[in-house]
């Protein structure tokens, strides 16, 4: 069993930081890319940021230059520093990383997303 588990996300004004972090824990022979998605009421979940195994990196034009995707591949961890915050950043965030299991093809898993909110 594979389990991603997110921290961090909070209230914050308009031009504040936050940092989120996501721990992949359970049986699994390896990962893949890691990355963070958001979902804001009433809109599709959309890809914030993804960073592979290797470190490279790819953002959402509209978080470009505020937030950066780090991983930590020894503990199996991914975070995203987000700074100068705006209200439409505003959303459930949700970690995701691509997993390698025993007697599995590569497979994506989710965590339980945690609740971004920029306030004006």
């Known amino acids: 069993q594979v389990q991603l588990v997110e921290s961090g996300g909070g209230l914050v004004q308009a031009g504040g930081s936050l940092r989120l972090s996501c721990a992949a824990s359970?049986?699994?022979?390896?990962?893949?890319?890691m990355g963070w998605y958001r979902q804001a009421p009433g809109k599709q979940r959309e890809l914030v940021a993804r960073?592979?195994?290797?470190?490279?990196?790819n953002y959402a034009d509209s978080v470009k230059g505020r937030f950066t995707i780090s991983r930590d591949n020894v503990k199996n961890m991914v975070y995203l520093q987000m700074n100068s915050l705006k209200p439409e950043d505003t959303a459930v965030y949700y970690c995701?990383?691509?997993?390698?299991?025993?007697?599995?093809?590569?497979?994506?898993?989710w965590g339980q997303g945690t609740q971004v909110t920029v306030s004006s």
């Open positions: 995701n990383a691509d997993l390698t299991r025993p007697g599995a093809a590569l497979t994506g898993y």
């Open positions: 359970g049986s699994f022979y390896s990962i893949n890319d």
């Open positions: 960073i592979s195994s290797a470190g490279s990196t």
